[in-house]
């Protein structure tokens, strides 16, 4: 079976919007099959040992931190980054999410190319500080167009600049830049060292509040496997590649998680005949 992860901000929504206390919501987490959260700098810096406490309560681990960081800006990459990688060595993480930095789309050209260079440089740099803390990054199409890695081509630059950058596939980042998910699955199937499953709809079924797309369409959150992606077959693709990974189930936007989080649980653990 798949290891189950999601995301630390999840269980933050659940415990609201059921008013549970956070402990009851990660307990519940856990009993639908959750293993592993994802665990971004703002929930985790500073919490450390609070944190840990709440994922040792449960028998939980962390799938992954989400890390902000301004490289293209800011060329201290050790000083940005130690807090960070002290944090994930404490908690026994094995992997940063590594979001290097945005664009201010008003910039010349020239300045943007700079800084996107620097990012690239920056990663570099924080491969290497990060392996003797035993931590290994990996970075995804994020779906924000001042992100220089927010289709596959710029996610495809960091990789080639560092051999040691891993592709975490988030699945539900693809269409937002316009493309499709299979076939960025065919271009970086082969660097793929972490998942992100998120699903999108084409329309308001699931919550009413839709993000545009670059082509115009509103695409809304989804329960895992219940939207309009091929998820089952990224899935099966990922599989027959060799991936043995976590899943880690993503929905943010969602007006009932605890819902959502049942329900993807329940697909990604079903039948696969189903998908």
């Not at 008003?106 to 700079?114: G, I, T």
């Not at 937002?176 to 271009?187: C, F, S």
Request: glycine content about 10%.
């Amino acid at each position: 079976m798949a290891k189950i992860a999601t995301f630390y901000d999840h269980i933050k929504d659940i415990a609201r919007q059921e008013g549970m206390r956070l402990m009851d919501a990660l307990g519940t987490a856990r009993e639908l099959g959750v293993e592993a959260l994802e665990i971004s700098q703002n929930n985790l810096i500073g919490r450390e040992d609070e944190v840990g406490q709440e994922l040792a309560s449960y028998d939980m681990g962390v799938s992954s931190i989400p890390s902000y960081f301004n490289f293209g800006r800011d060329r201290d990459v050790k000083r940005q980054a130690l807090p960070t990688l002290e944090a994930a060595q404490y908690l026994g993480a094995k992997r940063l999410l590594v979001i290097p930095g945005f664009l201010d789309l008003s910039d010349s050209p020239e300045e943007r190319e700079s800084q996107i260079q620097a990012m690239v440089e920056g990663v570099a740099q924080l491969a290497e500080l990060a392996a003797p803390y035993g931590v290994a990054l990996a970075m995804e199409e994020y779906d924000d167009p001042k992100a220089p890695f927010c289709n596959t081509a710029g996610v495809e630059r960091f990789l080639e600049a560092c051999p040691e950058l891993g592709c975490c596939f988030d699945s539900g980042n693809f269409l937002p830049a316009g493309e499709d998910v299979l076939q960025a699955l065919g271009r970086l199937q082969g660097r793929v060292t972490h998942v992100h499953l998120k699903d999108r709809a084409f329309a308001p079924t699931f919550a009413q509040n839709g993000a545009a797309a670059q082509d115009g369409r509103l695409l809304y959150p989804a329960p895992v496997g219940q939207g309009d992606l091929p998820l089952g077959e990224v899935v099966r693709r990922l599989g027959q590649g060799g991936y043995q990974g976590a899943y880690t189930l993503e929905f943010y936007g969602s007006p009932r998680t605890l819902e959502f989080l049942q329900d993807s649980v329940a697909w990604l653990t079903g039948e696969p005949e189903a998908w």
